[in-house]
């Protein structure tokens, strides 16, 4: 590790200093990501320049900085400890006016310059990065490493032994952790109970949630929100019981012939709202999360029946193979008929 390296990992990456030949000197900062991710996608319009944070943090965990733009760093960075103190204080701890808005808008500078770095010196994705933006986009649905298995073309065993050497952690702790981590952000910044918050991100029950809440934050989630949710009043709340409902109409209903406009009207919104809640909540705009909706359940039955492939597009909602091929290719990188050669239905075992 050089002077001027500065290293992002993302809420379920870990990272090891495996030998240290000389002194080594370095600030640590730890922020709540989805907050985060949040005000700039929402209150910043950073969605409206063309590009996914989750995806660039994926595509480069570090950058090596010049001294000019690593002196930015070090500002907002003894900015943030002038204000907070080299660690965290207690919740009672005295704070300044407005400091809550002022810690953000440091972290979202921070995010912001490592994000320009970023575009500044593109790099190839690493191919199995993927997998983990797929469980973090999916967290919410009945994912498997089955499932992943099938989508990447990897065996089971390869993608829980990449899970674990990157994380740590096994398959099901990890996509716990996802959705723990979605699961702390709707408790904080909306009015879903638990129960509505645990049907949402596909835990089995709430006491399995409020079991996870106590293990990884030493208290249930009812003190967890009373302790953390005073710091945020500033964020508003815009996942509502009703923009739950939306989702799980889309997933129950992407077959149909929908559009963005009856949405609108079924659920008493408008399409710009729409978009934004599904821009924060699924990653996508309405079009593209029921297109993907359409190729994850197309490939089901690519692998699963026998059906061809024009049956098979307009099952799941397209109007032509050619367009279900199109998304597929869009969404996949293969054509439906590449992906069925790959995945013979006489491997499946039910």
């Given at each position: 590790?050089?002077?001027?390296?500065?290293?992002s990992?993302?809420?379920?990456?870990?990272?090891?200093?495996?030998?240290?030949?000389?002194?080594?000197?370095?600030y640590?900062?730890?922020?709540r990501?989805?907050?985060?991710?949040?005000?700039?996608?929402?209150?910043?319009?950073?969605?409206?320049?063309g590009?996914?944070?989750?995806?660039?943090?994926?595509?480069?965990?570090?950058?090596?900085?010049?001294?000019?733009?690593?002196?930015?760093?070090q500002?907002?960075?003894?900015?943030?400890?002038?204000?907070?103190g080299?660690?965290?204080?207690?919740?009672?701890?005295?704070?300044?006016?407005?400091?809550?808005?002022?810690?953000?808008?440091?972290?979202?500078?921070?995010?912001?310059?490592?994000?320009?770095?970023?575009?500044?010196?593109?790099?190839?994705?690493?191919?199995?990065?993927?997998?983990?933006?797929?469980?973090?986009?999916?967290?919410?649905?009945?994912?498997?490493?089955?499932?992943?298995?099938e989508?990447?073309f990897?065996?089971?065993?390869?993608i829980?032994?990449?899970?674990?050497?990157?994380?740590?952690?096994?398959?099901?702790?990890?996509l716990?952790?996802?959705?723990?981590?979605?699961?702390?952000?709707?408790?904080l910044?909306?009015?879903?109970?638990?129960?509505?918050?645990?049907?949402?991100?596909?835990?089995?029950?709430?006491?399995r949630?409020?079991?996870?809440?106590?293990?990884?934050?030493g208290?249930?989630?009812?003190?967890?929100?009373?302790?953390?949710?005073?710091?945020?009043?500033?964020?508003p709340?815009?996942?509502?019981?009703?923009?739950?409902?939306?989702?799980?109409?889309?997933?129950?209903?992407?077959?149909?012939?929908?559009?963005i406009?009856?949405?609108s009207?079924?659920?008493?919104s408008?399409?710009k709202?729409?978009?934004?809640?599904?821009?924060?909540?699924?990653?996508d705009?309405?079009?593209?999360?029921?297109?993907?909706?359409?190729?994850?359940?197309a490939?089901?039955?690519l692998?699963?029946?026998?059906l061809?492939?024009?049956?098979?597009?307009?099952?799941?909602g397209?109007?032509?193979?050619k367009?279900?091929?199109?998304?597929?290719?869009?969404i996949?990188?293969?054509?439906?008929?590449?992906?069925?050669?790959?995945?013979?239905?006489?491997?499946?075992?039910?």
């Amino acid at each position: 590790m050089k002077r001027g390296k500065i290293i992002s990992l993302l809420p379920w990456q870990i990272s090891e200093i495996i030998a240290v030949d000389e002194k080594v000197t370095y600030y640590l900062l730890i922020y709540r990501f989805e907050l985060i991710e949040f005000i700039l996608k929402e209150q910043l319009s950073y969605a409206n320049e063309g590009q996914d944070i989750v995806d660039l943090l994926y595509q480069q965990h570090s950058i090596q900085v010049d001294k000019d733009d690593s002196q930015v760093f070090q500002r907002a960075i003894h900015s943030l400890r002038d204000e907070i103190g080299l660690r965290t204080a207690s919740i009672n701890r005295h704070t300044k006016p407005l400091s809550s808005m002022w810690i953000v808008i440091q972290l979202a500078e921070i995010i912001i310059s490592y994000l320009r770095q970023i575009s500044n010196n593109k790099t190839q994705s690493i191919c199995s990065e993927e997998i983990f933006r797929y469980m973090y986009l999916h967290s919410s649905e009945d994912i498997s490493l089955n499932k992943l298995s099938e989508i990447f073309f990897l065996s089971k065993s390869t993608i829980s032994k990449y899970i674990k050497k990157l994380t740590g952690l096994g398959f099901y702790s990890l996509l716990d952790e996802m959705r723990l981590s979605k699961a702390q952000y709707l408790l904080l910044h909306t009015d879903l109970s638990l129960t509505q918050i645990a049907d949402t991100l596909n835990f089995s029950d709430k006491s399995r949630l409020s079991k996870l809440f106590s293990q990884h934050h030493g208290i249930n989630s009812s003190h967890f929100k009373a302790t953390y949710k005073k710091g945020d009043k500033q964020i508003p709340s815009r996942l509502s019981p009703r923009d739950l409902k939306l989702i799980n109409y889309l997933y129950e209903n992407y077959a149909e012939d929908i559009t963005i406009d009856q949405l609108s009207k079924i659920f008493d919104s408008n399409p710009k709202d729409i978009n934004s809640m599904l821009n924060y909540f699924v990653e996508d705009n309405f079009s593209n999360f029921l297109n993907q909706l359409r190729v994850n359940k197309a490939c089901d039955l690519l692998i699963k029946t026998d059906l061809s492939i024009i049956d098979i597009a307009y099952q799941v909602g397209f109007n032509s193979s050619k367009t279900l091929t199109r998304n597929f290719k869009r969404i996949l990188q293969i054509s439906p008929s590449a992906f069925r050669k790959l995945n013979p239905k006489e491997q499946i075992r039910y």
